[in-house]
Antibody
Framework: QVQLQESGPGLVKPSGTLSLTCNISRAPVDRNLYYWGWVRQPPGKGLEWIATTSFSGSTYSNPSPSLDGRITQSVDGPRDQFSLQLSSVTASDTAVYYC???????????????WGRGTMVTVSS | EIVLTQSPVTLSLSPGERATLSCRASQSVGTYLAWYQQRRGQAPRLLIYDATNRATGVPPRFSGSGSGRDFTLTITSLEPEDVAVYYCQQRAQWPTFGGGTEMEIK
C-alpha cells in the first residue's frame, strides 16, 4: 500500500515562501502514470485543492486568485519525492497541508485515493 | 469555477437510520464527482468516485448516485464510526470541494 508523508517547516513568515516535501513509500512501479499533489485545509474550514504533478512533468495548478501565480511544483524521481513551494504567503495560507495521490493513471484532477497525515503550517511573524 | 453546495450542513441521526447527503454543482460535472469522509483529526478518505463507484475497502452501506448537477451519498444503516464530515469533489474542471456535511450520531 502506497503511503505519503509530508515534511517541512511548521512556521513561515509573512511574504516568505512555504516549502513542503512529500515522501512516497512503496511507490507503485507505474508511478510515472499517476498524479501527485497537494490539498490544504485552514483550521476549522473545508478543503482546497492546490496543485498536482506527474513524474513525467505534467502539472495542474489552482487558477483561483488566492493561489494563481504563487505555486511551484517539483519532483525527485530517484528519491520518490515531490515538492510544493508557495510564495508570498500571508496569514490566509495558514492551514493543514496534505499530499495526495490520484486514484487513476493520467487523472491530474483526482479523485485522490491516498492522503498523507497532513502537516500544519502557520504563517506568522 | 464550479461551485459545489452541500446540504444539509449538519445531519443528526440515530444508529441504524438511513442518511442522505446532497451535493449540487453550479454546472454539470457529468459523473466526475467523488465523496470523502473526514473523521476528526484525520485526513480525508475517498469513499466514492465517479458518482457511483465505491473505493477499495469502503463498506457496502455507503453508496453514491446522481449525474449532471445533483448527487447523493447514502449511508443505509448508520454506525457510530460514521461520525465525520463528508465532502464532495468534482473533477470536470480544476478540482473544487463542497463545504461539507457534518454527520452526528444521536
Amino acid at each position: 500500500q502506497v503511503q505519503l508523508q509530508e515534511s517541512g517547516p511548521g512556521l513561515v513568515k509573512p511574504s516568505g515562501t512555504l516549502s513542503l516535501t512529500c515522501n512516497i513509500s512503496r511507490a507503485p512501479v507505474d508511478r510515472n502514470l499517476y498524479y501527485w499533489g497537494w490539498v490544504r485545509q485552514p483550521p476549522g474550514k473545508g478543503l482546497e485543492w492546490i496543485a498536482t504533478t506527474s513524474f513525467s512533468g505534467s502539472t495542474y495548478s489552482n487558477p483561483s486568485p488566492s493561489l494563481d501565480g504563487r505555486i511551484t511544483q517539483s519532483v525527485d524521481g530517484p528519491r520518490d519525492q515531490f515538492s510544493l513551494q508557495l510564495s508570498s504567503v500571508t496569514a490566509s495560507d495558514t492551514a493543514v497541508y496534505y499530499c495526495v495521490k490520484s486514484r487513476s493513471p493520467h487523472a491530474g484532477r483526482g479523485p485522490f485515493d491516498i492522503w498523507g497525515r497532513g502537516t500544519m503550517v502557520t504563517v506568522s511573524s | 469555477e464550479i461551485v459545489l453546495t452541500q446540504s444539509p450542513v449538519t445531519l443528526s441521526l440515530s444508529p441504524g437510520e438511513r442518511a442522505t447527503l446532497s451535493c449540487r454543482a453550479s454546472q454539470s460535472v457529468g459523473t466526475y464527482l467523488a465523496w470523502y469522509q473526514q473523521r476528526r483529526g484525520q485526513a480525508p478518505r475517498l469513499l466514492i468516485y465517479d458518482a457511483t463507484n465505491r473505493a477499495t475497502g469502503v463498506p457496502p452501506r455507503f453508496s453514491g448516485s446522481g449525474s449532471g448537477r445533483d448527487f447523493t451519498l447514502t449511508i443505509t444503516s448508520l454506525e457510530p464510526e460514521d461520525v465525520a464530515v463528508y465532502y464532495c469533489q468534482q473533477r470536470a474542471q480544476w478540482p473544487t470541494f463542497g463545504g461539507g456535511t457534518e454527520m452526528e450520531i444521536k
